[in-house]
Structures are given as C-alpha cells and as structure tokens.
C-alpha cells in the first residue's frame, strides 16, 4: 500500500511541477517584481545599467528551484530546514547543512538578479526559512 500511495504521490507532484512551468508567479520583493517563470528567475523592466543578469534571468538548479517554489507558496511564513529537506531528498536531514547550502546559493542567484534582493530570503532562527515579500498578478 506504501508504494502505490508514494507513486501516487511522486505522479502528483510531477503534474504540478509540469504545471508550474506554465505559470508565471509574480512576487514583490521590496520595490522589486520577482518573476518566476519555470525554472528562470527574473526582474522584468530594470532601469538602464541594470546588472546583466537580471534582464536575461537565471535558470535555477532542480534543488533550488523546489526551494524557491516552497517559499514562495509559503510567503512570509516560515518553512522549516526538515521540511525543506523533505521535498528535496523525500526524507529530513537533520544535522546536514546540505539545506543550507541551496538557500546560500538561491539568495546569491536572487542578488545577480538585483543586488539586496538576496535579503529578502530570511533565516528566522529554529524556525527555518522565509521569504518576505507580497503577491502580484
């Protein structure tokens, strides 16, 4: 029963990947439009002298890219590092600093986007990570 209810689970978490790359998620980060779009971050209408990065967008890796989907859809909230670890590796991790590592390398993708949009990424001390920031279109 355990293995149908997992591959139930693994197929359902595949359709909703497949349709998250559809969708576009607009969060407002400061005076910042994030926008995620698939797997690519980016910072549509900078000014001139904008970094290039944020024009063109960066393409997240599959464990950042489920971090960033999890706190975005957790807005403001905290999410905790074993919860965290659950939807990366199916099982917590406690000790590891492995977590730590993807959300080190999404604030710093978050900061080629615009520099001090990687602050927004919060650490809340034994609660986890949040990122702080409001809905838009």
């Known amino acids: 029963n355990f293995v149908t209810m997992r591959s139930r ?9 497949r349709a998250l790359r559809f969708l576009k ?3 407002l980060l400061g005076r910042s439009i994030l926008e995620f779009s698939g797997r690519r971050l980016s910072v549509p209408g900078l000014p001139e002298g904008a970094p290039p990065a944020a024009s063109l967008g960066v393409e997240l890796t599959e464990c950042e890219y489920r971090i960033a989907r999890i706190l ?3 807005l403001n909230h905290p999410v905790p590092r074993d919860a965290l670890a659950l939807a990366l ?3 917590p991790r406690s000790g ?3 977590v730590d590592v993807h959300v080190s390398s999404l604030r710093h993708r978050l900061d080629l986007l615009e520099p001090g949009l990687g602050s927004f990424l919060v650490c809340s001390r034994r609660e986890g990570y949040r990122l702080v ?5």
């Open 9 to 17: 689970i693994d197929h359902l978490e595949e359709l909703e990947a």
């Open 25 to 27: 998620v607009r969060l």
């Open 72 to 74: 975005a859809l957790n």
């Open 89 to 91: 590796w199916g099982r």
């Open 96 to 98: 590891s600093r492995a």
């Open 133 to 137: 920031g409001e809905y838009c279109g």
